[in-house]
């Protein structure tokens, strides 16, 4: 008898997010597969990297040269302009305090033209549409484009226009969205969970504005535990690594500490989820 597999969310986090690859890992060794990926914000970059069949190492590499802290590096003089001067210059919504050209190159570097369905394990990446605050699941069409989508961290990146809808970052309706999940049939769920920091010292309105979206993280992801805990029981095994490591956003020098710490969380939890697998094929 082949053995049960699980499905895999992995919510906002920024690099912190590279702890999956650890997961990955460890149930790759374990033999366990995975059966159906679910991401959001940084979480999606490992989820699509993870459902295209790469492998730990090449994840690890693409995350070293894809998420560094030029990204958000340019500032768009224009869009602080127009922010001060609205009516003469003209304010949109497509409005960013950082240029993205740099992070859409990159992303079509590490993803090219691959759509959905070059994906080896059904894929799932959660964005919010701008518009409405709705949750919206992209489970077709290009990848990058839906990745990009789904970290359009607000105040820096402009929102990304995907079959139609302006959206903006999956954290701003669920930074853990485990419900996509159990909506699409899984039975056993393994939820990996970062809080965000919050930052050392305000200096700067682009620090405050990070301060703000790290409150509303934080509390929305104890609340969808929260729901989910009592909503799922056993079903949601939620994963959250304990650093030993303050992780700022572009640590991407700490990779192997996070995917190290990943997968001890993974391992960690190991005989319930056997257990749980069992009771599942019984």
């Given at each position: 008898?082949?053995?049960?597999?699980?499905?895999?969310?992995?919510?906002?986090?920024?690099v912190?997010c590279?702890?999956?690859?650890g997961?990955?890992?460890?149930?790759h060794?374990?033999?366990?597969?995975i059966?159906?990926?679910?991401g959001c914000?940084?979480?999606?970059?490992?989820?699509?990297s993870?459902a295209l069949?790469?492998?730990a190492q090449?994840?690890?590499?693409m995350?070293s040269r894809?998420?560094?802290?030029?990204?958000?590096?340019?500032p768009?003089r224009?869009?602080?302009?127009?922010?001060v001067?609205?009516r003469?210059?003209?304010f949109?919504?497509r409005?960013?305090l950082?240029?993205?050209?740099?992070?859409?190159?990159r992303?079509?570097?590490a993803?090219?033209?691959?759509?959905?369905?070059?994906c080896?394990?059904p894929?799932h990446?959660?964005?919010?549409?701008?518009?409405t605050?709705?949750?919206?699941?992209?489970?077709?069409?290009r990848?990058?484009?839906a990745?990009?989508?789904?970290?359009?961290?607000?105040?820096?990146f402009?929102?990304?226009?995907v079959?139609?809808?302006?959206?903006?970052?999956?954290?701003l309706?669920d930074p853990?969205?485990v419900?996509?999940?159990?909506?699409?049939?899984?039975?056993?769920?393994?939820?990996m969970?970062?809080?965000?920091?919050n930052?050392?010292?305000i200096?700067?309105?682009?620090?405050?504005?990070?301060?703000?979206?790290?409150?509303m993280?934080?509390?929305l992801?104890?609340?969808?535990?929260?729901?989910?805990?009592?909503?799922?029981h056993?079903?949601v095994?939620?994963i959250?690594?304990?650093?030993?490591q303050?992780?700022?956003l572009?640590d991407?020098?700490?990779?192997?500490l996070?995917?190290?710490?990943?997968?001890?969380?993974?391992r960690?939890?190991l005989?319930?989820?056997?257990?749980?697998?069992?009771?599942?094929?019984?």
């Open positions: 008898m082949s053995t049960p597999g699980v499905a895999l969310v992995i919510g906002s986090g920024g912190k590279a702890a999956a690859i997961l990955q890992r460890c149930l060794h374990e033999g366990i597969p059966e159906r990926v679910v914000s940084g979480g999606a970059i490992y989820a699509a993870i069949g790469l492998d090449s994840t690890a590499d995350t894809l998420w560094t802290r030029e990204v958000t590096a340019q768009d224009m869009a602080m302009l127009r922010m001067f609205p003469l210059l003209g949109s919504e409005f960013g950082k240029k993205d050209a740099l992070v859409w190159e992303l079509q570097q993803f090219g033209d691959r759509t959905f369905a070059d080896a394990i894929l990446i959660a964005a919010t549409d701008f518009r605050g709705e949750q919206v699941i992209i489970s077709e069409g990848i990058a484009d990745v990009r989508a789904s970290i359009a961290i607000p105040f820096a402009p929102p990304w226009e079959n139609g809808r302006l959206l903006v970052d999956g954290f309706s853990l969205p419900g996509v999940a159990v909506r699409e049939g899984s039975h056993v769920i393994l939820a969970g970062f809080e965000s920091p930052q050392e010292r200096t700067s309105g682009g620090r405050f504005a990070f301060q703000l979206s790290s409150i993280t934080n509390n992801l104890r609340a969808s535990f929260a729901f989910h805990g009592l909503a799922h056993g079903e095994i939620a959250i690594p304990q650093f030993s303050r992780i700022r572009f991407t020098a700490k990779v192997p996070l995917i190290e710490e990943g997968e001890a969380a993974m960690a939890e005989p319930y989820l056997r257990r749980l697998l069992a009771s599942t094929a019984a």
